[in-house]
């Protein structure tokens, strides 16, 4: 059973950070180590985007626009992904949600509420 639980979201102020985990409780550790795992967000009135992935190495791509403002890493052991975010902006406001990459498991997360005040 899919079981996707992002918490660590909250309201900051731009320039600030935050620290995003994701625990999958549905998957064996063998399967989650095998999964590349995308952080993702959706804003108000747009669609949910891809913000950065990382494979069950380690190895990390990021969106863009991100500039190097991110950091995706993982704990295998702990079926966990991360997401630091630093320099935040207002227009990062978003829930952020993770899932797999490419092929996201049909059920999402609530999601975690980041919203960075100006």
């Known amino acids: 059973q899919v079981q996707l639980v992002e918490s660590g979201g909250g309201l900051v102020q731009a320039g600030g950070s935050l620290r995003l985990s994701c625990v999958d409780s549905?998957?064996?550790?063998?399967?989650?180590?095998?999964?590349?795992m995308g952080w993702y967000r959706q804003a108000p009135g747009k669609q949910r985007e891809l913000v950065a992935r990382i494979n069950g190495g380690g190895d990390t791509i990021y969106e863009d626009f991100l500039k190097g403002r991110f950091t995706a890493s993982r704990v295998n052991a702990e079926n966990t992904v991360y997401l630091q975010m630093n320099s935040l902006k207002p227009e990062d406001t978003a829930v952020y949600y993770c899932?797999?990459?490419?092929?996201?498991?049909?059920?999402w997360g609530q999601g975690t509420q980041v919203t960075v005040s100006s």
């Open positions: 899932n797999k990459w490419p092929a996201p498991y049909p059920y």
């Open positions: 549905g998957a064996s550790g063998e399967i989650f180590r095998l999964n590349t």
